[in-house]
């Protein structure tokens, strides 16, 4: 299946959003007697809550091994397996450690219980006779804890599946548009080519618009294209010589070097363990946002070195630029932020958002230091990344 | 004289179809160039059946992937497991360049994988080096005994 048809897929089945975990909480009350146990459920049923009973240790842990609990109310003195043995044991389990353990017990209020308690995780120790109100109280507190962190995981699942949609729907659209476009652009210059000598100058002009916008619009596709795919696709990491990837991307500039007379000023680069696409969209990005900002009233001149920082390299790419104006440095790494008109400066305001993504995926930062009128100074961090054999 | 060969190109849009016509003439092209418009009518092109009884064995497939009902895939993985059929070079022509098309058609075997060129001259200049390419620089296969 390609990779467009499989996304469109799980973007149909993404639509059924799973309805989350039940809004309405457990409490699980474990004693070994049972008059406790129904006297204790006496007192919470007013509360909201699902309310399990257990009259024993083991019973206890066979419940929670099938259910999730905002709160549990365990019996210090029980036969066989006492509160504290069968609190140390949920403490060994994944799913139960975080939930809150209340001790309930009618022994003696020494210290040392208390201590001991909290050393094996309980939140709280209660009494027998069991002051009702007290009790009431003090579950209410777990249990709307645990709603509202019940809450918070279903938003964030909610929030998670709705950026994903977005990304594939992002990539899909890019992805079924270029075909359209392509043809649009190939016809407009077959027009051109074919019957320019049947327009005057006003159809040429028109023309004209069709094919510089089909360009545009290619253009654009392919940088979100780019931009989606950040992400999508498995990154391999591998040695990669940082002198190599930086010549390969000059190369591509080569026509615009020569043009712009620029020159380029290349320091001692690292060989790194990292990704071959993520240094050389960097590279392509920040030289050529370099030799496309200028204003014509100098040579342009760009600078890329690189120097170690502990395991990272802190990568710079100078230029003498025109700069950024300080009231638009928030907006630079936004996707679609553009700050010039198309005539001035071409682009599709993806390239910064691009070089953002990518680098923290892999966990580096990006910043820039600029004056307007002087320059920019880009910087992003690389890992060395170790190589598992 | 400029040697020839028979491409079959399958492509259901029209749009390029006429632009791969066009790129053979402006490019002076020696080939002759046929069309399925999708798999089940490349499938009898290469079977010879119906239509396509007096037809010449392709001496080149040129593939588009997106194709309603069968796509390019599909027929690209049946072409390559006919022992007859598999010793034609496939070319797929795509304007996907996802990496996951890429290695997926390479796996199933296609000879070359070439993305459509954005603009006419592009698309001329595509045509003419894949001509040069299979021409003079590379060996087609023999015509087998069984065609």
């Not at chain 1, 069968?86 to 201590?115: D, R």
């Not at chain 1, 977005?166 to 027009?191: G, K, N, T, W």
């Not at chain 1, 510089?212 to 795919?229: E, P, V, Y």
């Not at chain 1, 910064?352 to 990006?366: A, D, N, V, W």
Request: hydrophobic residues 40%; negative net charge.
């Amino acid at each position: 299946m390609s990779e467009v048809l499989a996304n469109r897929k799980i973007m149909m089945e993404a639509t059924n959003i799973d309805p989350g975990p039940e809004t309405r909480a457990n409490i699980l009350i474990v004693d070994d007697r049972k008059e406790n146990l129904i006297a204790t459920e006496k007192v919470l049923k007013n509360l909201d809550a699902v309310i399990f009973k257990a009259n024993s240790g083991n019973e206890a842990l066979s419940l929670m091994l099938r259910h999730r609990f905002a709160v549990v109310l365990l019996d210090v003195q029980m036969p066989e397996m006492d509160g504290f043995e069968t609190a140390k044991l949920m403490q060994e389990h994944e799913s139960m450690q975080n939930v809150p353990i209340i001790f309930v017990t009618a022994i003696s209020k020494e210290e040392k219980y208390a201590t001991q308690a909290a050393e094996i995780g309980a939140v709280d120790y209660i009494f027998k006779p069991i002051n009702s109100d007290i009790l009431r109280s003090k579950v209410k507190v777990y249990l709307d804890i645990y709603l509202q962190h019940q809450q918070i995981l279903r938003l964030n699942k909610t929030l998670s599946q709705s950026n994903e949609e977005l990304e594939r729907f992002a990539y899909i659209c890019s992805h079924d548009m270029q075909e359209p476009v392509r043809m649009m652009h190939s016809y407009a210059e077959l027009l051109e080519r074919k019957y320019a000598q049947l327009l005057d100058e006003t159809g040429k002009k028109y023309l004209n618009f069709i094919t510089n916008n089909a360009k545009h619009m290619q253009k654009m596709i392919s940088d979100i294209l780019g931009f989606s795919r950040v992400g999508r696709e498995e990154l391999t990491i591998e040695h990669v010589d940082c002198s190599q990837i930086l010549q390969e991307v000059l190369e591509k500039f080569t026509p615009q070097i020569q043009e712009k007379k620029a020159r380029i000023t290349i320091g001692t680069l690292p060989v790194l363990n990292t990704n071959v696409t993520l240094l050389s969209v960097l590279f392509q990005n920040l030289i050529g946002n370099g030799l496309k900002f200028q204003d014509k009233t100098k040579v342009p001149e760009i600078e890329i070195e690189a120097n170690q920082n502990g395991r990272e390299w802190i990568f710079t790419v100078r230029d003498n630029g025109i700069g950024i104006d300080p009231r638009f440095h928030a907006k630079m790494f936004t996707i679609f932020q553009r700050l010039h008109r198309r005539e001035e400066y071409p682009g599709t305001g993806i390239g910064l958002s691009t070089c953002k993504k990518f680098i923290e995926l892999q966990g580096g930062k990006i910043w820039f230091e600029s004056t307007v009128g002087q320059g920019t100074i880009f910087y992003f961090t690389i890992n060395n990344k170790q190589v598992t054999p | 004289m400029k040697k020839s060969m028979n491409i079959l190109l399958v492509e259901d849009n029209e749009g390029d179809i006429e632009l791969t016509k066009i790129a053979f003439r402006e490019g002076n092209l020696a080939s002759k160039l046929s069309v399925a418009h999708d798999g089940a009518e490349a499938l009898a092109y290469l079977s010879q059946e119906g239509v396509f009884e007096d037809t010449q064995r392709p001496d080149l497939i040129m593939l588009d992937l997106n194709m309603p009902v069968m796509s390019g895939k599909e027929l690209l993985e049946i072409i390559k497991k006919d022992d007859k059929l598999k010793s034609i070079p496939v070319i797929v022509f795509t304007s996907s360049n996802a990496r996951s098309d890429v290695s997926e058609c390479y796996n199933l075997h296609a000879n070359s994988y070439i993305l459509k060129p954005s603009n006419l001259e592009d698309y001329i200049q595509v045509a003419k080096r894949v001509e040069d390419f299979w021409t003079d620089i590379a060996q087609l296969p023999y015509l087998s005994e069984s065609w």
